[in-house]
């Protein structure tokens, strides 16, 4: 088995095997896959009869990230057995974002036979039900709702407020927005960084938005690009909110754009899955404040010599 580097190009040719994925962690969505693409890391991956096996390579001074995840089939799961052959004939000692679904599915006392368990905390998802946050009904979400109407009661004149669809005409736009949100906080400070990596991430699939097959809204407050966000489909149930980004100092532009998101973006999906915190405490006390319904765990399978 040889792999190769993935690209976004690659989508059509791959979509295929994510028909009927059932993994709730946002890292197996195929566009997501495919735009953390970066100097530091890449994104690899080889067929292997009805499969893709996809692997994170990174450079040398990050050679301790690399990574395979769980191989994608829309017909079967891997055995623990069938990781390990993989892992030993590609050269990597451990698989990354593995799901509770798939312990749970093949028992601990198996997996532990050949890879030590490792949970790892800042890798875990955050999961909302799409209804909870197009409504935002209830005590618990009050001052969401006082934030909004501040913001409405502020922006909401004639023409002071407009969503539209993101498109290619428009990308330009969304990038010169994003590089101002990243101006405020220092995305560039360290190249090869969370959030440097984030941005690069951020703007390959704005320039890939069609290709990609994933919906994406902006809005303009008087005309001029003050947020976006992007989504993928992860599974029958499920989309992912990938980047979602709105500046900081409008007060209540963000929770009123979050509720539009969820409105307009996963009108099909029971579930909202807005990923990790990254470890990131102020992310993880924003997130929470939205009542994730569950959180999915992520777990770090490491060959044992």
């Known amino acids: 088995m040889n792999l190769k580097h993935l690209k976004t190009e690659d989508y059509p040719n791959l979509k295929h095997f994510f028909i009927g994925q059932t993994y709730n962690l946002c890292v197996y969505s195929l566009p997501s896959i495919l735009v953390w693409n970066s100097q530091v890391y890449q994104p690899c991956g080889v067929i292997q009869d009805d499969s893709l096996i996809v692997a994170a390579e990174f450079e040398a001074t990050h050679a301790d990230k690399r990574h395979l995840i769980l191989p994608v089939s829309p017909n079967r799961a891997f055995s623990p057995e069938e990781l390990y052959e993989i892992a030993e004939k590609l050269g990597f000692d451990k698989y990354w974002f593995v799901p509770d679904e798939y312990i749970e599915s093949f028992g601990k006392t198996r997996i532990e036979s050949l890879f030590e368990i490792r949970e790892d905390e800042k890798f875990q998802d955050y999961v909302y039900l799409r209804e909870d946050l197009a409504e935002l009904k209830g005590n618990r979400y009050s001052k969401k709702r006082n934030l909004i109407s501040q913001f409405k009661k502020a922006y909401d004149k004639e023409g002071g407020i407009a969503v539209e669809k993101i498109t290619n005409a428009v990308v330009p736009e969304c990038i010169a927005f994003l590089e101002k949100w990243c101006k405020e906080r220092d995305c560039d400070k360290e190249p090869g960084g969370d959030l440097s990596c984030e941005k690069r991430a951020a ?30 489909h992860l599974n029958k149930d499920m989309g992912v909110l990938h980047f979602e980004k709105a500046f900081a100092n409008i007060k209540g532009l963000y929770q009123y754009f979050d509720q539009l998101c969820a409105k307009l973006l996963f009108s099909d999906k029971k579930y909202i899955n807005k990923e990790s915190d990254m470890g990131m405490p102020s992310l993880a006390q924003a997130k929470d404040s939205y009542h994730p319904v569950m959180k999915v765990r992520a777990y770090e399978l490491k060959v044992r010599s």
């Open 203 to 232: 703007i390959n699939m704005l320039e890939n938005i069609e290709l990609l097959e994933v919906p994406g809204i902006l809005l303009r407050l008087d005309g001029i690009v003050s947020a976006f966000g992007i989504a993928s």
